[in-house]
């Protein structure tokens, strides 16, 4: 295992469940006060070019292994099509092949169990619902 420089940074992905783009202050919204979250982005690197799908799992398959969701056999949120296939390669792995800790906090819909669940998509920790629902709760 290789270990991260000293100088390293620290690499927080946010992304929030079913929020639009204009759903934020800092992208000219006048009607929403996200003041954390704006402040937040004011201080980050943000992705205003990402294209997703309307729905939560494609567009987090996407996301996390850079390929368009239907590559990655994430189709829709339907049990059985919410499933990103095992061997795809994930952000996760790729942070953890560089000697980063890795963790994924809140949903996930992308598989339910070994190897699609967080444990086998490069995540060292993980806290969250495994399916799409809050009764989905697991840990792994």
Known sequence: MVSPTPDAPNVLLIMTDDQGWGDLGSSGNPMLQTPVLDSLARQSATFNRFYVSPLCAPTRASLLTGRYHLRTGTVSVTK?????????????????????????????????HYPNNPAGQGFDEFLGFCAGHWSNYCCA
């Open 80 to 112: 059985g099509l919410e499933t990103m296939r095992a061997n795809e390669t994930t952000l996760a792995e790729i942070f953890r092949d560089n000697g980063y800790h890795t963790g994924i906090f809140g949903k996930w819909h992308n598989g339910e």
